[in-house]
């Protein structure tokens, strides 16, 4: 009874029963299929097509790398992967017989990125930049690599969400004038003030990192500090007062290409690839024609149910 419980619950039964009922309505609708030949109900197997096969289902349109692939298998590997190729042959062909493809979005949006997969991979074919390309994509892109500016600080925090006697500024001036007297250094500052929730200690951080953690007006301050070995501040952030050792400021800077040439490559392919699909998908549309029906496009004189036909709607 637990079994047969069991299977009654469970999801493949439920499948196999729903797919039953629609291959016995598909065959009400349409009677039995009296025009399907011998070669129909045959599932030719070559290396071309295992080939195919293993590139869509590996989403990497590689021939040459498959090739070698499919060569170096074992006779066991190729028996599974025809097993594999049969299998998923004989469900889309059933499925095509009982048209359960019409209609359906995600077939047409894998399809769409089946193509899509197939221009990047023809894009990147033939991509073999030389150092001067580089070199010129590098200069065009400067913005891109540079380097942000960076400062090196501690800070002994005073939180003016505590109640105190006195204000809290008053109370950072009190320990500012302490760690003088005492000469703390950058790794005494743990010892001293209030837990602040973020860093103690912010080594070579960007502007945009301190803003995050301290706020915009404590940044704005620190930027125009200089590196010393004294206590600066109070310094008024988000949160309370701090005084900092700001003892290290880095400026901007553009790295050489060689110690980031990969990176540039990669971002090269990219945008190679993106050029490239753009071109192919606009020369793709331009063979055909789009009629736009009863849709207004907001142009003067263009009634909702005006018929407009647009020929080469990429076209320049």
């Known amino acids: 009874m637990i079994a047969l419980k069991r299977l009654v619950r469970d999801p493949l039964l ?3 029963i729903a797919g039953g009922l629609l291959f016995a309505l598909f065959r009400a609708l349409h009677g039995p299929d009296t ?33 070698e692939q499919f060569a170096a298998m074992s006779p066991q590997k190729k028996r599974d992967l025809i097993d594999q190729y049969v299998r998923e042959e004989a469900l889309v062909r059933e499925a095509t017989t009982m048209g359960l493809a019409d209609g359906d979005y995600v077939i047409r949006r894998r399809m769409a990125e089946k193509m899509l997969y197939l221009m990047d991979d023809t894009a990147t074919e033939s991509f073999a930049p030389s150092e001067a390309t580089l070199q010129e ?26 109640k105190r006697h006195e204000s809290a500024v008053k109370v950072a001036e009190r320990l500012k004038r302490e760690l003088e007297l005492r000469k703390a250094g950058f790794d005494d500052a743990p010892r001293y003030g ?18 995050s953690q301290f706020g915009p007006g404590f940044t704005s301050v620190l930027a125009g500090l200089e590196p010393s ?41 990219r945008d190679t690839i993106a ?5 192919a998908i606009n020369d793709l549309t331009r063979r055909f024609t789009v009629r736009v029906q009863g849709i207004s496009l907001g142009q003067a004189g263009t009634a909702a149910s005006e018929s407009q036909h647009l020929v080469g709607a990429a076209a320049p």
């Open 14 to 16: 439920h499948f196999l």
């Open 35 to 67: 025009s399907a030949t011998a070669d129909d109900r045959t599932i030719p197997v070559d290396r071309p097509a295992l080939l195919r096969f293993m590139q869509y289902r590996s989403m990497a349109f590689q021939p040459k790398y498959f090739d």
């Open 137 to 162: 994509y590098f200069l065009a892109h400067q913005d891109r690599y540079r380097v942000a500016p960076t400062m090196t600080f501690t800070h002994v925090f005073v939180d003016n969400e505590i």
């Open 194 to 211: 209030d837990r602040f929730p973020y860093l103690k200690n912010c080594v070579k951080r960007t502007p945009d990192f301190v803003e």
């Open 229 to 269: 070995s004294q206590w600066q501040g109070p310094i008024e952030s988000n949160y309370g007062y701090h005084l900092v050792l700001l003892t290290q400021r880095e400026a901007a800077y553009l790295p050489k290409l060689s110690a980031i040439e990969d990176q540039v490559r990669d971002d090269l392919l």
């Open 275 to 279: 050029a490239y699909r753009e071109r």
